[in-house]
């Protein structure tokens, strides 16, 4: 079974400031994926960021980096330098190779302050 | 290149109705997703398809949903009869392949039911 937790419901930071979003998972999978996936007010899910769970090197997309902690089950999102626009509901999320299956956790409502 | 559509974007209906729900994923797209997400929460997976196959099921509450993939192509979810309880965004998504070991999901703008 795969579960996903995340436990900052909200947060919020100031424009050019770095933030971290938490989140940990499960899966009894030994292939997998996780993912953070923005979803702006009243928009469209779009993925942020993506990592293989056999790749040790942290991905990073622009102002978007990951901390993957595979023997901890941790994967957190680094935003650098926020912007404005980066005012959105994140997700993380866990993803089976074999299934396909992909599973999201509960959200973190982020607040980038002017 | 057309993105996931899905309709009706908005929906009221009273509890007992029954509601349905289209989508069209991405052409060429040979999995569909469908979520429902409840306000302030994470999207719950209620069914996948692959092609017309489904591959998982398991969170449909099979007494009032169901769904269908006609052709391995665009989607139909419906509600009968409608608790309160549904009331929610049903998300629609697709995948090249199986999922995330092609590539991501791409989402529609969603579909949002307000049972009365």
């Known amino acids: 079974a795969q579960t996903v937790t995340q436990s900052q419901p909200e947060m919020s930071v100031q424009e050019a400031e770095t933030v971290t979003l938490s989140c940990t998972y499960d899966?009894?999978?030994?292939?997998?994926?996780l993912f953070w996936y923005k979803q702006p007010p009243s928009r469209q899910m779009i993925l942020v960021i993506r990592?293989?769970?056999?790749?040790?090197q942290n991905a990073t997309e622009n102002r978007f980096s990951v901390n993957f902690q595979k023997a901890a089950k941790s994967f957190s999102l680094k935003i650098s330098d926020s912007q404005l626009g980066d005012t959105a509901m994140y997700f993380c999320?866990?993803?089976?190779?074999?299934?396909?299956?992909?599973?999201f956790g509960q959200g973190t409502t982020l607040q980038v302050k002017p | 290149e057309a993105g996931v559509a899905q309709s009706p974007r908005y929906k009221i209906i009273e509890k007992r109705q029954s509601v349905a729900f289209w989508c069209n994923p991405i052409s060429g797209h040979a999995t569909l997703y469908w979520y429902q997400q409840i306000l302030g929460q994470g999207p719950k997976l209620l069914i996948q398809f692959q092609n017309n196959g489904v591959v998982d099921d398991s969170q449909l509450p099979k007494d009032r949903f169901s769904a269908e993939r006609l052709k391995g192509v665009d989607s139909t979810l419906k509600i009968q009869p409608a608790k309160l309880e549904d009331s929610a965004v049903y998300l629609c998504?697709?995948?090249?392949?199986?999922?995330?070991?092609?590539?991501?999901?791409?989402f529609g703008e969603g579909s949002r039911l307000t049972v009365l």
């Open positions: 899966t009894s999978e030994n292939n997998y994926y």
């Open positions: 998504a697709s995948s090249l392949g199986q999922g995330v070991v092609t590539g991501e999901l791409f």
């Open positions: 990592q293989e769970a056999y790749k040790q």
């Open positions: 999320a866990s993803g089976s190779s074999n299934t396909g299956k992909l599973i």
